[in-house]
């Protein structure tokens, strides 16, 4: 299979793979997820209903107040955060929350991830290097 590669700059580091899940929309830490299962509960948004426990997950970066991160970091002790993220805006809260969810982080790609990878593509991720892996889904 063919993989395409795309650089950027890794934030934390560490390697894991996994399955994608894409959102075109920032997401809320404080009253946009639930914590005890990973799922997005802000009724507009794109993965509405869905868990990014597990998954890659690709998006835009955070929204909403500076408490963002307390709620990944719920997810994190929880087991329901995500196994990596890749995301185009670091904020603050976007950086603090990649920082309390201890989990491989890669930002300021090359190219838009969001215009490259899909919900169920696997996606390896090395926030060491800066460098994520996307195999297209069949």
Known sequence: MDKIIIKGRG????CTEGEALVSHDAISGW???NCLTGE?????HELYKKSFGGKVL???GAKGSSGWSIHFHFCRLLGTAPLAV???VTTAKMAAGAVVMKVPA??????????????GDW????????IVEVT???
Do not use: A
């Open 123 to 130: 996606v390896k991720v090395d926030g060491d290097k800066g």
């Open 11 to 14: 934030v934390i580091g560490g």
């Open 106 to 119: 890669v930002t300021d790609l090359e190219r838009d991830p969001l215009e490259i990878i899909e919900t």
């Open 31 to 33: 009253g946009g997820i």
């Open 86 to 88: 890749v995301y185009n």
């Open 58 to 60: 690709v998006f835009p």
């Open 136 to 138: 297209k889904k069949k």
């Open 40 to 44: 997005v509960t802000e009724m507009r």
